[in-house]
């Protein structure tokens, strides 16, 4: 009998398992004093660009976002607490829809701003819609929302850069391969 | 599909997707309906203040990281001398924090006797840890206020007011001309902490002041009305804990000067 090869294979998912783990310490350790909505998303899209990038498999972000959001739930890193799930699910599955898009080249600083800023915005985006069902009206949800897009867009944006230099370099020191498999 | 343009067409994408959140945010609280505001019942300060309640002046400022104008919309004017009151609201807005439940605004009800020129209304909220004090914008966008002219004859001096000296760390602490309990900061019944933190401006355009809950960013009013009302709203996710008023006026007022001032919570959410 054949045996079902697993979809990602167990480097691949220790890989990916501690670039969630890193998203949830990044969190944790840097508390920058910016007062800017969306200033996390330099460091927070990094793990996942990278994770997405050497693992190259629709998908990748997703699990990333899932656990770095069962890892947020835990410690109790913001006041959405399970919800935070949805949060971290949204930047993941954002970024694997942009790794399909540039066919996984996150190495290139263009598709790395554009995956960082598109999984920052995607977050604001849950982030926003999980406080109008809590209750928030929308009118506060809306007032301010051009500058918080503009922000989420620049951090995630600067985000995808540092990731997609982090992986040329990679690449480039031959610690990874564009083709892994 | 080339790679160029894949990443030109994300970019297209991104840049829509920005221009429709600009759009929503400067036209997009017209298309919202929100929930009829409510007064919760009793006045949280009623009080009459005299014109020994201006304990600061004269001076061309009022506390900000660097000193900020008063006039509305105006940085500091070396030939403007304002006599300063801090009156201590005993409540404070709540804007959009998931947090709470209770969203709403502090809705501030005036009247004035015998008022002697321009008298200019400015806010602060208190905070704590290392997030600076809030107040409403002084110059730029969104920047507002809230202005009476009185045509009383100018009174000859204000004996109680000394002025304020600039702060080398961006701290001041002031008396506030009602009584109140003593805040958190375990500082007397008649004194509050206003802390400021680089960058500069920062704490600025956090709480506003609205002619009128339709407009919660607020806007600069202008009136020779002696009595009337506005509102204190707050949009960021941290409008401090404690409220003060700021009136400030621009020449020493009449013995007879008045002024009453009422607060309230209005629930908007």
Redesign the interface.
């Known amino acids: 009998m054949a045996i079902k090869k697993p979809y990602f294979s167990l480097y691949e998912i220790a890989l990916l398992s501690l670039c969630a783990a890193l998203i949830v310490v990044l969190n944790t350790t840097f508390t920058l004093?910016l007062?800017v909505p969306g200033h996390t998303g330099i460091y927070w899209v990094v793990p996942v660009i990278i994770g997405v990038g050497i693992v190259k498999k629709p998908g990748a972000g997703t699990y990333i976002g899932f656990v770095s959001g069962i890892l947020a739930t835990l410690f109790g890193l913001n006041?959405?607490h399970i919800l935070n799930l949805f949060i971290y699910l949204a930047m993941g599955g954002m970024i694997d829809l942009?790794g399909l898009?540039?066919?996984y080249?996150l190495d290139?600083p263009?598709?790395g701003f554009?995956a960082g800023?598109?999984g920052n915005?995607a977050k604001m985006v849950v982030n926003y819609t999980l406080?109008t069902f809590?209750?928030?009206?929308?009118?506060?949800?809306?007032?301010?929302?051009?500058?918080?897009?503009?922000s989420h867009?620049i951090f995630g944006g600067l985000g995808g850069i540092i990731a997609a230099l982090v992986l040329h370099r990679l690449l480039k020191a031959g610690v990874i391969s564009r083709d892994e498999s | 599909m080339e790679?160029r343009t894949?990443?030109g067409l994300?970019?297209v994408l991104?840049g829509c997707?920005?221009g429709a959140?600009?759009?929503?945010?400067?036209f997009?609280?017209a298309f919202?309906p929100?929930?009829a505001p409510v007064v919760t019942p009793g006045a949280l300060i009623d009080q009459v203040f005299t014109r020994a309640g201006f304990q600061y002046g004269p001076q061309t400022w009022r506390p900000g990281y660097n000193p900020l104008g008063i006039d509305p919309g105006q940085d500091v004017l070396d030939n403007e001398t304002w006599y300063l009151m801090y009156i201590d609201l005993n409540a404070t807005p709540v804007?959009?924090?998931?947090?709470v439940?209770k969203?709403g605004s502090v809705r501030l009800t005036y009247n004035f006797t015998d008022l002697a020129g321009r008298a200019v209304f400015h806010v602060y909220g208190l905070t704590t840890g290392?997030h600076p004090t809030r107040t409403n914008r002084q110059v730029g966008y969104n920047h507002c206020g809230f202005v009476v002219t009185g045509n009383a004859t100018a009174g000859t001096s204000m004996p109680a007011a000394t002025p304020l000296a600039i702060s080398g760390i961006h701290q001041y602490t002031v008396a506030i001309s009602n009584n109140q309990q003593a805040d958190y900061n375990g500082l007397t019944a008649t004194t509050r902490t206003f802390s400021f933190?680089p960058p500069a401006g920062?704490g600025e355009g956090a709480l506003h002041i609205a002619s009128s809950l339709l407009n919660?960013?607020g806007d600069v009013t202008e009136t020779p009305d002696q009595g009337g009302s506005f509102y204190v709203t707050a949009?960021g996710n941290d409008p401090g804990n404690d409220l003060l008023l700021l009136v400030a006026v621009d020449r020493p007022q009449p013995d007879g000067f008045g002024l009453r001032v009422r607060s309230e919570f209005v629930r908007?959410?």
Do not use: K
């Open positions: 004093p007062n006041t959405l942009v898009l540039f066919f080249r290139h263009a598709a554009i800023a598109a915005l406080q809590l209750g928030i009206p929308a009118v506060f949800i809306i007032i301010g929302i051009g500058t918080a897009s503009i867009f | 790679f894949r990443v994300a970019l991104l997707f920005l959140m600009v759009a929503l945010d400067a997009g609280e919202f929100q929930n804007s959009g924090d998931p947090n439940r969203i290392t933190y920062s919660r960013r949009t908007s959410g």
